[in-house]
């Protein structure tokens, strides 16, 4: 049985009518550039999520490019962030003209570990951007509380994470992009929230940080044709917020139908391998189900055997950030990043989506069983 990463059609049938409708109704009006759907859909957003503002965007590197500037960081600045993420992270941080330093992984969650992010705190640390990886929450409160300390900013890429749950059952729990000066999210169409092409969009708290995006994702102007500073052409499409409008009724629907995927690959898969770990105090929103082996030559043969049987894997990321030649200019080596490394090593990601079936998982789950007793030379 042939089983993709994601079936972006399978949810197709559920909304056909609804998202073709409010398509329909954009094409009819004309108002293709920030028409009223993108605020709508923008109000709605933040709502969901528990945040004061949201401003929709291109895409979720542009989000991370907006808010890097809107927060402030300049040219020379350093900005602590993970190298096991992918790569729209840190070019966003090089292309504004600050450095991205690399802090090491926690092995459980695979997110940014908040003892080494305090150990490359320097002068000139700006700011810190943890990235909620495979829709697992970073352990946001020592993260706030270093920020706190040393004045700096936090930015959440959430581009996996969105409705992932932090300290959630206590009376302060918050969805991940709520925590932070900013969360970016993006709705490439395999992410938790997927457009019909690109969008993005970033959420703050603050009134001005807010006002700044608005500006900057529209050439710098408040007001048309007069510039207090230079800006990007980075607006969501007015028919893609229409269409996510559609959606974003069904995404905690959505999170809740990939738990229960998620959980049915737990119970087939967890004396064969590390299954994800989900700590007590958060919610997964499972964009991305991650396993591991005990060694790379276990997990490289399982991939062949998934490979060969017709089921869709990969790895995110083969090549942590640090060790990638765009990055050979910081000088980090192997060894740098120990935890990091291990793990790049180790993983690979099983098909993911709300509408994944009972026979879908199985067919994954034995083939999962099958690579350790089955060894494919090639
Ligand atoms: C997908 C993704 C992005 C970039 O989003 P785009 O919409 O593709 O630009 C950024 N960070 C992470 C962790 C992602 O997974």
């Known amino acids: 049985m042939k089983v993709p990463m994601v079936d972006l059609l399978a949810g197709y049938p559920a909304i056909k009518d609804e998202a073709e409708a409010a398509v329909r109704a954009v094409m009819n009006k004309g108002n293709f550039i920030l028409g009223e759907e993108v605020a709508k859909f923008e109000n709605e957003f933040a709502a969901l999520n528990g945040s004061k503002y949201a401003v929709g965007v291109a895409n979720g590197t542009d989000a991370l490019r907006l ?6 960081i300049k040219p020379g600045d350093e900005v602590i962030t993970t190298p096991f993420t992918f790569i729209a992270t840190t070019e966003t941080i090089s292309q504004s003209g600050a450095i991205p330093v690399f802090a090491d992984i926690e092995p459980d969650t695979y997110n940014i570990d908040p003892k080494s992010v305090e150990k490359k705190i320097t002068k000139r640390t700006k700011a810190v951007i943890p990235v909620h990886l495979y829709g697992h929450p970073a352990d946001m409160d020592p993260i706030m509380a270093l920020a706190k300390k040393h004045g700096l900013k ?7 994470s969105f409705t992932a749950q932090y300290k959630t059952g206590g009376k302060d729990w918050k969805y991940t992009g709520a925590i932070g000066d900013c969360g ?7 992410k938790n929230l997927g457009a019909f092409g690109d969008g993005g969009l970033v959420t703050t708290n603050d009134p001005e940080i807010a006002a700044e995006l608005k500006a900057l994702r529209n050439h710098g102007s408040k007001v048309r044709y007069l510039h207090d500073m230079e800006g990007f052409n980075s607006r969501l499409d007015t028919i893609q917020a229409a269409i996510l409008s559609v959606k974003l009724k069904r995404v905690l629907k959505w999170t809740e139908m990939r738990n229960a995927a ?8 967890k004396d064969v391998c590390e299954t994800p770990v989900v700590r007590p105090d958060c919610k997964h929103s499972f964009n991305y189900y991650t396993i591991r082996f005990g060694s790379k030559a276990v997990r490289d043969n399982a991939q062949k055997v998934l490979t060969e049987s017709g089921i869709a894997n990969q790895i995110y ?3 942590s950030l640090h060790l990638q030649k765009a990055y050979a200019r910081l000088g980090y080596k192997r060894g740098d990043l120990p935890v990091c490394e291990k793990t790049q090593d180790t993983v690979f990601s099983l ?7 009972g026979e879908q998982i199985k067919a994954v789950t034995d083939a999962v069983k099958d690579s350790l007793v089955r060894k494919v030379s090639v």
Request: one cysteine or more; a negative charge.
């Open 67 to 72: 808010a890097i500037v809107a927060a402030g």
């Open 317 to 319: 990321y083969p090549v």
């Open 154 to 160: 936090v930015i959440e890429d959430c581009a996996q």
């Open 351 to 357: 098909p993911m989506f709300p509408e994944l079936t």
């Open 184 to 190: 970016t999210f993006s709705f490439f169409p395999a």
């Open 262 to 269: 998620a959980a049915k690959y737990a119970a087939a898969l």
